[in-house]
């Protein structure tokens, strides 16, 4: 019995702490790698490779559900998630190009 518990104490912090191990070791894999990261400005670091991922992800999301095609670098992530929101509650008799007017730099 003891010898039982006291390989259960030595073998539950591995079990526990090998998933954050792992995880620390694996390589970003789109937008997800940037899952709970802070970005202070839009200056810092990692920003405009998460911005990218982001608006690549955005801009596939839109083509499968509406049919749309929109360049993912002519738009910032944020403009394709409000892009994204007016498609959903368009009215029928509105033009997509309606929508888009007021995000053309």
């Known amino acids: 019995m003891k010898s039982t518990t006291i390989l259960l104490l ?3 912090p591995v079990l526990i702490l090998a998933p954050c191990i ?3 070791k694996t390589p970003r894999e789109g937008i997800l790698g940037y899952a709970g990261q802070y970005f202070k400005s839009p200056s810092s670091r990692d920003y405009s490779s998460y911005n990218r991922e ?3 992800y955005v801009a596939k999301r ?3 559900q509406y049919n749309v095609d929109l360049d993912y ?3 910032s992530a944020f403009d394709l998630l ?3 929101a007016l498609l ?3 009215k029928s008799d509105e033009s ?3 929508l888009l007017k007021p995000f053309q730099k």
Do not use: G, L, W
């Open 88 to 90: 959903r509650f368009k």
């Open 22 to 24: 792992h995880a620390k």
């Open 73 to 75: 670098t002519s738009y």
């Open 96 to 98: 997509v190009e309606s």
């Open 62 to 64: 839109i083509k499968a």
């Open 82 to 84: 409000e892009i994204e």
């Open 54 to 56: 982001m608006s690549m």
């Open 10 to 12: 030595i073998i539950s």
